[in-house]
């Protein structure tokens, strides 16, 4: 009779099965991605793997996933290293995956691009934003190894061009693991400190893997987030990182960083001698010039004879005078012409010359009387004449 067996055994049996199989454990497989998905708290990795025939199931556990220099995506060619199972539970063939990169473009490479394109979807490189560096620095800060040529290059053109600057150095590892974290600190450090007016960071060139921490997004951001304008001389003139696009200013050498980092000290002298002569020519035509006015001055009669001015103006005084004196005296002759005419005009009017002529005014209780029927018999009334006055009774009115 048969033996039967549980669906737990059977999917053990075909597990074991496949897992000692030597072709089938660290194999490369080629395919496209689909049914992608990385939104497990776990932080596994779900998706599958096709061709235009067939497609299999597969996993890639955290530890692995955490060894990605690129992010998986939908319809991406990869190739992976994976080892061939099933999973008991589900019955399910699938592969688990160790490795994986990118078909036909190496992981770095795909990793760089995908965060370049990310950083400047974000504007972390815009162009409005990135700070001008200053004409005259003080301090210039070095962020590099301290034992490679660029440091020795960067120091030997700073010393050249302008030599008043001081150079900072911030000694760091520039490749390996360590060196994304020492770059980000050392940056962060001279901003704390203000300790310059400018910064470079670099390093001389490279492969790809050796200029992979000039590519932490991470360093990017303290590039960004620096007070301190940043120039980045990272590698040749063909290679760019993403420090670069981050940095205020791209170097295309360390030597090239530190030429645009300071004046030339030969281009300023001729500048300094140019506005030397420039201010000497046009101090000589302003004293020229002035010298022309003065000339012109002390030619002009009254300063070469002052008394001739003085008695130029005695002669205006004295004609000023004259004309006053005259306008003065027609005036009050008019004035005594209108004062005569007034006078008599008033002495025509005034009743003492009546008086003269023989007439008298009668006054009762000090009013004159304007009408006999004002009078009464007995009343007392005074006459005022030209020479006198009498007091009277009247005797009979009317």
């Not at 299999?56 to 061939?84: D, E, H």
């Not at 940095?247 to 281009?267: F, G, Y």
Request: charged share 20%.
């Amino acid at each position: 009779m048969a033996q039967v067996i549980t669906v737990s055994q059977l999917n053990r049996y075909v597990r074991g099965q496949l897992e000692k199989d030597p072709h089938l454990q660290g194999l490369y497989v080629s395919g496209e991605l689909s049914n992608f998905n990385n939104n497990y708290s776990s932080g596994h990795l779900y998706m599958s793997l096709k061709d235009s025939d067939a497609l299999v199931r597969a996993v890639m556990f955290k530890s692995a996933a955490a060894r990605l220099q690129f992010t998986p995506q939908n319809g991406m060619k990869v190739i992976v290293r994976a080892n061939v199972s099933l999973y008991e539970r589900d019955g399910a063939f699938q592969l688990y995956i160790e490795e994986m990169q990118p078909d036909g473009v190496g992981s770095l490479q795909l990793a760089y691009e995908q965060l370049k394109n990310r950083l400047a979807a974000e504007g972390l490189f815009d162009e409005k934003s990135k700070k001008t560096l200053p004409r005259f620095p003080a301090r210039i800060g070095v962020i590099t190894s301290p034992t490679g040529a660029a440091v020795r290059d960067i120091i030997s053109v700073l010393k050249r061009r302008y030599p008043l600057a001081v150079v900072v150095l911030a000694p760091v590892q520039v490749q390996g693991e360590a060196a994304a974290l020492q770059l980000i600190a050392a940056l962060e450090r001279l901003n704390q400190l203000r300790a310059a007016d400018a910064i470079i960071i670099g390093r001389g060139g490279g492969s790809l893997e050796d200029l992979w921490a000039f590519n932490d997004e991470r360093l990017a951001r303290a590039v960004k987030a620096s007070v301190i304008p940043v120039i980045s001389a990272v590698g040749h003139e063909t290679d760019f990182t993403i420090c670069d696009f981050a940095a205020d200013l791209r170097a295309p050498t360390p030597s090239a960083a530190a030429e645009l980092a300071v004046p030339d000290r030969s281009q300023l002298s001729i500048r300094i001698r140019e506005i030397q002569q420039s201010t000497a020519k046009a101090l000589h035509n302003r004293v020229t010039r002035e010298h022309t006015r003065l000339s012109a001055l002390r030619s002009r009669r009254c300063l070469s004879a002052p008394t001739f001015f003085v008695d130029e103006q005695r002669m205006k005084l004295d004609f000023l005078t004259r004309l006053l004196t005259a306008n003065a005296q027609t005036v009050t002759n008019q004035s005594d012409r209108r004062l005569a005419a007034v006078t008599a005009k008033l002495d025509a009017l005034s009743p003492l010359k009546v008086l003269a002529r023989g007439y008298a005014i009668a006054k009762k209780d000090g009013q004159a009387v304007l009408s006999a029927g004002a009078l009464t018999a007995g009343d007392r009334i005074s006459l005022c004449f030209a020479d006198g006055g009498a007091e009277c009774d009247v005797i009979s009115a009317g």
